[in-house]
Structure formats: structure tokens, C-alpha cells
């Protein structure tokens, strides 16, 4: 398993905009399509964001698009998701994690299990 570790996350008024940032020290983090899940308090975990590996595809859940985006710099080994717009139901702790592809495009099923502490976005007044 491609263990990775989230970082960002934090408090930020409804309207507004975070940042979050996902990166594993493996060599194997350009060869992996990566996404965004989250989980709101007595919720399901649900799919947000994925990128393909070669960032040649994207794919958004319809309660994000067009407020949330996600990008890759494989170089810093790092994953991103831009989060504009911010809503209170956007509140939930996000989660990075390894996504099954095809040869066209990401799918929204994560690869692996191996979920780690997350980070905790909160949308409030």
C-alpha cells in the first residue's frame, strides 16, 4: 500500500477558500491516480476529487464541482485540492487516498484501505 499523509485543514468562514496538501516520500506517487474523500460527523466517507496519475484527467463530485480543484505536482511528489467557495456542509475531515483508473479516466474507488488521520475543515461563521 501507498501510504499517504494529508496536511492543511483548519477553520475558515463560509465564502472562503483552503488549501489542502497530500504527498507520500514514495518513489511510486507519480505512477498513481490519487483522491480527495471526505467524512462529515455521523456521515458516510464520500468521494470528492480524483486526478489521474499523469494528470491528463479529472473527476469531480457534483456537490464540489466547480468550487474544488484538485492538481498534482508529481515532482514534489505532492497532491492538492483547492477548496473555493467554502460551504458549512463542506465541513468534514478529508482524506487522500490511491484511486483505480482506466486507460481513459480516474473512477471514484479507492484503491487501498489504509485511511490515515486526515485533515479537519470547518466551515462556520
Known amino acids: 500500500q501507498v501510504r499517504l499523509v494529508e496536511s492543511g485543514g483548519g477553520l475558515v468562514r463560509p465564502g472562503g477558500s483552503l488549501k489542502h496538501s497530500c504527498t507520500t516520500p514514495?518513489?511510486?506517487?507519480?505512477?498513481?491516480?490519487i483522491g480527495w474523500f471526505r467524512q462529515a460527523p455521523g456521515k458516510e466517507r464520500e468521494f470528492v476529487a480524483a486526478?489521474?496519475?499523469?494528470?491528463?484527467?479529472?473527476l469531480y463530485s457534483d456537490s464540489v464541482k466547480g468550487r474544488f480543484t484538485i492538481s498534482r505536482d508529481n515532482a514534489k511528489k505532492t497532491l492538492y485540492l483547492q477548496m473555493n467557495s467554502l460551504k458549512p456542509d463542506d465541513t468534514a475531515v478529508y482524506y487522500c487516498?490511491?484511486?483505480?483508473?482506466?486507460?481513459?479516466?480516474?473512477?471514484?474507488?479507492?484503491?487501498?484501505?489504509?485511511w490515515g488521520q486526515g485533515t479537519q475543515v470547518t466551515v462556520s461563521s
Open positions: 486526478i489521474a496519475w499523469n494528470a491528463g484527467h479529472t
Open positions: 487516498m490511491v484511486v483505480q483508473d482506466t486507460t481513459l479516466e480516474v473512477t471514484t474507488t479507492p484503491l487501498f484501505d489504509n
Open positions: 514514495g518513489h511510486v506517487f507519480s505512477s498513481v491516480s
